[in-house]
Nanobody, 131 residues
Framework: QVHLAESGGGSVQTGGSLRLPCTVS????????LAWLRQVPGQERKGVAV???????KYADSVKGRFPISKDNAESTLYLQMNSLKPEDTGVYFC?????????????????????????WGQGTQVTVSS
């Protein structure tokens, strides 16, 4: 059974940094897409960053250069390093996984309503950035 669990959220001022880890267990496929998505009240989950099993990494335009995504295979942990945070980065951050790579390779996994492309989810962690 696949299990994902995020941690590391919190409150920070504009310009600050946070690191979000997501432990991944029970995921045995060698072909996968792991992702971070953000949700704000009243809106669908939107993709932030994805990493594919072949090493391909893609980012939403709003976080390029600020939020590097990485994966530690030995620890089975996905990370999102959040730098130069802005108030508009506020939201609940989810890690997600799927074995279907199409959406991650071709863009939909980083768009609006990106949540429809992922089968496995963590519980989410709140990030609040104050001005």
């Amino acid at each position: 059974q696949v299990h994902l669990a995020e941690s590391g959220g919190g409150s920070v001022q504009t310009g600050g940094s946070l690191r979000l880890p997501c432990t991944v267990s029970g995921f045995t496929s060698t072909n996968y897409c792991l992702a971070w998505l953000r949700q704000v009240p009243g809106q669908e989950r939107k993709g932030v960053a994805v990493i594919i099993s072949d090493g391909t990494i893609k980012y939403a335009d709003s976080v390029k250069g600020r939020f590097p995504i990485s994966k530690d295979n030995a620890e089975s942990t996905l990370y999102l390093q959040m730098n130069s945070l802005k108030p508009e980065d506020t939201g609940v951050y989810f890690c997600a996984a799927d074995t279907d790579l199409w959406a991650c390779r071709n863009g939909p996994a980083l768009g609006q309503n990106a949540g429809t492309w992922f089968k496995h989810w963590g519980q989410g962690t709140q990030v609040t950035v104050s001005s």
